[in-house]
């Protein structure tokens, strides 16, 4: 339960955020489902969801085990029908998504580990029909120097400042993170206009599960202080993860 609770509260303002810019989306087609494309939807976290609201999700993961159990969690929800999954990684998104496609991209926790951040962008650019959305999230980079240094790591928290793809050392198992600077650079060179910029997990990973699962409220607390932190440029640059959407 705990887990859940904080789980809940982790992806809560992405959902609202992601919901917003779907239904400004859908205004240009009144009462019709979107096209979605989630690159590394992975078991349908968001696909599941958004696929019970009414819209077609094409799922693209390398991993026929998620494939497996995506297929799964939209048969329980009653929405095989709306949700398809497919074997690919970024560099094959226009192939088996097709260009021109889809209303909207989700590209969340995967930009860390693709070989060149920009060539994905601009795949997934490919994709969406013009005025697509765009929601990625990805890991910062000041977050882990914080984290390091606060566990005693001091020399980690220095290389993480300094390294060109924030990482604190060889045993480092984030391929790469992004600070907000570099990853808004990013998004321009592969043609995309940045809308909004959210922090996310602040607060959610340091409260102590325990207070969460216990105290009356805390949950809903949590996700409130979560919602009124994250566009705060203060917190949002020691945020562990940035919510972007932009458009193409």
Not at 198 to 216: M, Y
């Amino acid at each position: 339960m705990v887990d859940r609770r904080r789980r809940s509260v982790r992806t809560a303002l992405v959902a609202e955020a992601l919901r917003v810019a779907l239904a400004g989306r859908a205004r240009i087609d009144p009462g019709a489902g979107l096209d979605i494309v989630d690159l590394g939807g992975g078991t349908g976290g968001f696909a599941v969801p958004l696929a019970v609201e009414g819209h077609r999700v094409t799922v693209v993961d390398p991993s026929p085990d998620a494939l497996a159990s995506l297929e799964r969690r939209a048969a329980d929800e009653g929405v095989s029908k709306l949700v398809r999954g497919v074997q690919g990684d970024a560099a094959e998104l226009p192939e088996v998504a097709g260009e021109s496609t889809a209303d909207a991209v989700l590209c969340h926790g995967v930009l860390e580990v693709v070989d060149d951040p920009v060539q994905a962008l601009q795949a997934m650019a490919s994709v969406l029909r013009e005025g697509g959305v765009l929601s990625l999230l990805v890991a910062q980079r000041n977050a882990v120097v914080l984290a390091r240094a606060l566990a005693g790591h001091l020399t980690e928290a220095r290389v993480a400042l300094q390294d060109a793809d924030g990482r604190w050392g060889p045993t480092d198992p984030m391929p790469r993170r992004f600070d907000e600077a570099g990853i808004i650079a990013q998004l321009a060179e592969a043609g995309f206009m940045v809308h909004t910029v959210h922090g996310v997990r602040t607060f959610a990973d340091l409260v102590p599960a325990a207070f969460v699962d216990s105290e009356p409220g805390a949950p809903e607390a949590l996700a409130e202080l979560e919602r009124a932190a994250s566009q705060h440029p203060a917190f949002r640059a020691l945020a562990p993860q940035l919510h972007i959407l932009a458009t193409r």
